[in-house]
T-cell receptor, first 111, second 113 residues
Framework: KNEVEQSPQNLTAQEGEFITINCSYSVGISALHWLQQHPGGGIVSLFM???GKKKHGRLIATINIQEKHSSLHITASHPRDSAVYICAVKPLRGTASKLTFGTGTRLQVTL | DGGITQSPKYLFRKEGQNVTLSCEQNLNHDAMYWYRQDPGQGLRLIYYSQIVNDFQKGDIAEGYSVSREKKESFPLTVTSAQKNPTAFYLC????????????FGEGSRLTVL
């Protein structure tokens, strides 16, 4: 079992829909990252959080440390949101530099 | 604009050849990382460096080598000892090893012919 599990693996939505991507992890963590990978391959960091909730524009990230679960929400989705969304965690144990990555959720938003 | 530049974006190599992927950052970040991405798998750490003239092996360092002679540069050499080098390689940097947002380059896709 992977330490970081994302669901769903693939998601298709129509423009305007509210989208939720989930991330569950099995180890104690000090931080969780949400990343966005564009079709060309480049990755952009969306959020880094260790508790509660963060919001940036139409994106909202929440984390529940006790339940070892995080969600990424996209409100009023748009075709430009089409990308792979990756969850990564920084375990409490292990080297300071090591992140464990999920395999990503591929989102396609259609008109 | 500050950021990370990887080059080349696409690279083809024959079996038995060493190739070097460039990663340059002008963010004044101390920590730099090399990851490998394969289809259906999460990113895996190859090497990382927390400070100039120092670097550490990640989870899949075999067949790879790095150097960190300057703060802004962290090149990765894929040697002929790497048995399955065809992959997408991503370089990243962070301001502080323990905290801070990760910044990624656009990646380099290596194909072995």
């Amino acid at each position: 079992k992977n330490e970081v599990e994302q669901s769903p693996q693939n998601l298709t939505a129509q423009e305007g829909e509210f989208i939720t991507i989930n991330c569950s992890y099995s180890v104690g963590i000090s931080a969780l990252h949400w990343l966005q990978q564009h079709p060309g391959g480049g990755i952009v960091s969306l959020f880094m959080l260790s508790s509660g909730k963060k919001k940036h524009g139409r994106l909202i990230a929440t984390i529940n440390i006790q339940e070892k679960h995080s969600s990424l929400h996209i409100t009023a989705s748009h075709p430009r949101d089409s990308a792979v969304y990756i969850c990564a965690v920084k375990p409490l144990r292990g080297t300071a530099s090591k992140l464990t990555f999920g395999t990503g959720t591929r989102l396609q938003v259609t008109l | 604009d500050g950021g990370i530049t990887q080059s080349p974006k696409y690279l083809f190599r024959k079996e038995g050849q060493n190739v070097t992927l460039s990663c340059e950052q002008n963010l004044n970040h101390d920590a730099m990382y090399w990851y490998r991405q394969d289809p259906g798998q999460g990113l895996r750490l190859i090497y990382y460096s927390q400070i100039v003239n120092d670097f550490q092996k990640g989870d899949i360092a075999e067949g790879y080598s790095v150097s960190r002679e300057k703060k802004e540069s962290f090149p990765l050499t894929v040697t002929s000892a790497q048995k399955n080098p065809t992959a997408f390689y991503l370089c990243a940097s962070k301001d502080n090893v323990n905290t801070g947002e990760l910044f990624f380059g656009e990646g380099s896709r290596l194909t072995v012919l």
